[in-house]
T-cell receptor, first 114, second 110 residues
Framework: DTGVSQDPRHKITKRGQNVTFRCDPISEHNRLYWYRQTLGQGPEFLTYFQNEAQLEKSRLLSDRFSAERPKGSFSTLEIQRTEQGDSAMYLC????????????FGPGTRLTVL | RKEVEQDPGPFNVPEGATVAFNCTYSNSASQSFFWYRQDCRKEPKLLMSVYSSGNEDGRFTAQLNRASQYISLLIRDSKLSDSATYLCVSLRRGYSTLTFGKGTMLLVSP
């Protein structure tokens, strides 16, 4: 399968714990995005990388959130001191900067904070 | 006001029906538009890009009206497998991140 992959698919954690998610984009795509989706809402943008550079961060991305893409390939999203409001589906997408910049999504990591 | 607005539905239609969804956007700097399909508890999947002249892909037709700032999606001859949430998406000029509507749920019944 050469699509976007994410790991883990599900994560249950207790409030206050740290969690880290991984995203592997489509191999020739140099742009990588993180979105968050809660029930009944569309995905909301969190942050975006072009190669290893983090070019944009949403106001939704509080100080407890950090994302990296150290070698311009896979990316990690870490949430420190999780809160119940962090419970959501975390989606990763990738794209190649041509045409209409169509973005392709991974299966997501569903986070539940107890 | 949300940047991209959609009627959440659900739209309940019988198999074979034609159904249309509209979506409005408020940011005139929006440059590109897309329709994504999302099945329950799955990731969004690109259904089609929306071009200024309108475009068709099989049973699906997308239209863009920049003057009125709305996008439409028409599905002809609905199939049971078309049941899903359809997300209207915009991309602002000079930006690379997508803005999603809340989605419109479609339920096609036998």
């Amino acid at each position: 399968d050469t699509g976007v992959s994410q790991d883990p698919r599900h994560k249950i954690t207790k409030r206050g714990q740290n969690v880290t998610f991984r995203c592997d984009p489509i191999s020739e795509h140099n742009r990588l995005y993180w979105y968050r989706q809660t029930l009944g809402q569309g995905p909301e943008f969190l942050t975006y990388f072009q190669n290893e550079a983090q070019l944009e961060k949403s106001r939704l991305l509080s100080d407890r959130f950090s994302a990296e893409r150290p070698k311009g390939s896979f990316s990690t999203l870490e949430i420190q001191r999780t809160e119940q409001g962090d419970s959501a589906m975390y989606l990763c997408a990738s794209s190649f900067p041509a045409g209409h910049n169509e973005q392709f999504f991974g299966p997501g990591t569903r986070l539940t904070v107890l | 006001r949300k940047e991209v607005e959609q009627d959440p539905g659900p739209f309940n239609v019988p198999e074979g029906a034609t159904v249309a969804f509209n979506c409005t956007y408020s940011n005139s700097a929006s440059q590109s538009f897309f329709w994504y399909r999302q099945d329950c508890r799955k990731e969004p999947k690109l259904l089609m890009s929306v071009y200024s002249s309108g475009n068709e892909d099989g049973r699906f037709t997308a239209q863009l009206n920049r003057a009125s700032q709305y996008i439409s999606l028409l599905i002809r001859d609905s199939k049971l497998s078309d049941s899903a949430t359809y997300l209207c998406v915009s991309l602002r000029r000079g930006y690379s991140t997508l803005t999603f509507g809340k989605g419109t749920m479609l339920l096609v019944s036998p």
